[in-house]
């Protein structure tokens, strides 16, 4: 079950309006009708994964009444970490003094948090933690090409983070389903800077170091993707989409957010969306949705909440949760 949650955003905010003064051709009206998003938290100097990482994740463990000592496991989903090697979620153990915790990272993208709560979920079942913290983490505007409209205005970087322990009276994850497509992993993806493609003057001229999307196809890929992780969910789950009481989706662009909805059958009202105030955050964006929608009272006891995301792969899946 999901004991407790934390967040954590930048206090920097970049407003639509603010990419004219950096010299990106682009509008409020654009970007707000094309996606949704009006703002988005931008880290700073004093930013990092591990920092907001940390702070989402003391949120979290004070909600779920966790000391750091009790962490079995650290599962840090991320695809912007601080370094390259080792993995963010040893530098979150570091940083929270995490001593007892296994740490590692998963990297599946936009869809991390709901691969990590999975694997929480996965070292539960296998009797080898009891209380698991993931965190879904990025900086994402440190691998943004800020000379691209297509991309830069969509991203932004924050944190969330989640206690998973093991369910008990009927509160837990009722179905998990992760899906995966390598083949097309060139419609959103960072062609240097890995072992192929090190990183070279060029490679930072030509912009192959950073994120590259062909947006129009990873849209159609993500409407269809998360319509599938939605119905694979609440089939398992043996539930209609009557019996959830909230989506909460990835937070990519309004559009995707309402056809997924649409295709769900379940109202705009019943859909968490906050897309509009962080932009994109990748795998931080659901676990931050979800602290909101703790701490608003949008989820009560014995809510059924739908998780559904989608990702850089291409990744998806979704969770059914009672809470
Ligand atoms: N401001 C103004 N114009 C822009 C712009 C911006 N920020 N970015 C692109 N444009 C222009 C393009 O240059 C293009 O102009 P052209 O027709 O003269 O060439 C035009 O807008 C349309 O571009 P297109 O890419 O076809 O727009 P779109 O309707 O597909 O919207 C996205 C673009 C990126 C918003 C949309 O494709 C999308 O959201 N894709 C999914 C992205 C995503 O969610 N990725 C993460 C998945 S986890």
């Given at each position: 079950m999901i004991a407790g949650t934390g967040r954590s955003a930048p206090e920097r905010v970049l407003t639509n309006d603010g990419f004219a003064a950096i010299g990106i051709e682009t509008s409020d009206e654009w970007i707000r009708e094309r996606?949704?998003?009006?703002?988005?938290?931008?880290?700073?100097?004093?930013?990092?994964?591990?920092?907001?990482?940390a702070a989402a994740a003391r949120g979290a463990m004070e909600a779920a009444a966790v000391n750091a000592g009790e962490l079995d496991s650290i599962v840090v989903a991320t695809a912007s970490p601080d370094h390259l090697l080792p993995a963010a979620a040893v530098e979150l153990q570091a940083a929270l003094g995490a001593s007892r915790a296994a740490a590692f990272d998963v990297n599946a993208a936009c869809a991390g948090w709901i691969f990590g709560v999975t694997v929480a979920e996965g070292l539960i079942a296998a009797g080898s933690a009891e209380t698991v913290l993931v965190v879904g983490a990025e900086t994402l505007t440190r691998?943004?090409?800020w000379k691209d409209r297509n991309t830069c205005v969509l991203f932004g970087d924050g944190a969330g983070?989640?206690?998973v322990k093991r369910a008990s009276r009927g509160r837990g994850i009722l179905s998990a389903y992760t899906r995966s497509d390598g083949t097309l992993a060139k419609l959103l993806w960072?062609?240097?800077?890995?072992?192929?493609?090190?990183?070279?003057?060029e490679a930072l001229a030509d912009g192959t170091f950073w994120i590259h999307m062909q947006g129009r196809e990873v849209f159609k890929h993500a409407v269809r993707s998360m319509a599938d992780a939605c119905d694979r969910a609440l089939d398992?789950?043996?539930?209609?989409?009557?019996?959830?009481d909230l989506v909460i989706p990835h937070q990519a662009n309004i559009r995707i957010i309402e056809a997924t909805a649409k295709h769900a059958n379940v109202p705009m009202d019943k859909v968490y969306v906050n897309i509009d105030r962080y932009g994109n955050t990748s795998a931080a964006s659901i676990p931050i949705a979800l602290d909101e929608a703790m701490r608003t009272g949008r989820i009560g006891e014995g809510a059924t909440v739908l998780f559904v995301g989608f990702g850089a792969g291409f990744t998806w899946g979704s969770l059914v949760v009672r809470f």
């Open positions: 996606t949704g998003i009006r703002s988005r938290h931008i880290a700073g100097p004093a930013d990092s994964v591990t920092s907001l990482a691998i943004t090409n983070a989640s206690i960072r062609p240097a800077g890995g072992g192929v493609n090190p990183v070279t003057p398992a789950a043996k539930l209609s989409s009557d019996s959830i």
